[in-house]
T-cell receptor, first 111, second 114 residues
Framework: DQQVKQNSPSLSVQEGRISILNCDYT??????FLWYKKYPAEGPTFLIS?????DKNEDGRFTVFLNKSAKHLSLHIVPSQPGDSAVYFC??????????FGTGTRLKVLA | DVKVTQSSRYLVKRTGEKVFLECVQD?????MFWYRQDPGLGLRLIYF???????EKGDIPEGYSVSREKKERFSLILESASTNQTSMYLC?????????????FGPGTRLTVT
């Protein structure tokens, strides 16, 4: 049973445009959410996070939105750059040190 | 900067061999984790440790064991490697006691079992 789902395995976006990556979850007890970026042959690197008491968190070009009623999380990248091309994972936690990761979305930013 | 290192980037082992994957972190983090990453399945937690000599099973512990004798080092052991354990193995560390929940990952070990 996949508690955290990323239903789009891949996404292509033109450079300069907005990239929107989506994540859905089923466990309403999750209280902390994170996004990671992964380049080939490297480990994932932390990008941005949000607590369940917030609905938005922003860090430069990256914004994460949380819609608790819909159990939906999204990552917006504006403007998208070719260096953003990577696999993006969302992850959720329920007050422990244990995270459930989604299956990932491969973003390709076209120059 | 937090640094998490893994002993090998690529490893090829035969079925039935005992395999050791080593992970070292240099930031005095309390928690350490072992994941495997497979296409279409994302990252799945094998084991984690919240203190020296303490461990908890993750979602897929079968066929694996772990050891944490020192705070900075967390080892994953495949007791008798099988072909379905061919995967990318990722180690991570974190220090939620500081209110920072993000995990820091090593570069990964791609293990092939033939």
């Amino acid at each position: 049973d996949q508690q955290v789902k990323q239903n789009s395995p891949s996404l292509s976006v033109q450079e300069g445009r907005i990239s929107i990556l989506n994540c859905d979850y089923t466990n309403s007890m999750f209280d902390y959410f994170l996004w990671y970026k992964k380049y080939p042959a490297e480990g994932p690197t932390f990008l941005i996070s949000i607590s369940s008491i917030k609905d938005k968190n922003e860090d430069g070009r990256f914004t994460v939105f949380l819609n608790k009623s819909a159990k939906h999380l999204s990552l917006h990248i504006v403007p998208s750059q070719p260096g953003d091309s990577a696999v993006y994972f969302c992850a959720a936690s329920v007050g422990t040190y244990k995270y459930i990761f989604g299956t990932g979305t491969r973003l390709k930013v076209l120059a | 900067d937090v640094k998490v290192t893994q002993s090998s980037r690529y490893l090829v082992k035969r079925t039935g061999e005992k395999v050791f994957l080593e992970c070292v972190q240099d930031m005095d983090h309390e928690n350490m984790f072992w994941y495997r990453q497979d296409p279409g399945l994302g990252l799945r937690l094998i084991y984690f440790s919240y203190d020296v000599k303490m461990k908890e099973k993750g979602d897929i512990p079968e066929g694996y064991s772990v050891s944490r004798e020192k705070k900075e080092r967390f080892s994953l052991i495949l007791e008798s490697a099988s072909t379905n354990q061919t995967s990318m193995y990722l180690c991570a560390s974190a220090n939620p006691g500081q209110g920072l929940y993000e995990q820091y990952f090593g570069p990964g070990t791609r293990l092939t079992v033939t």
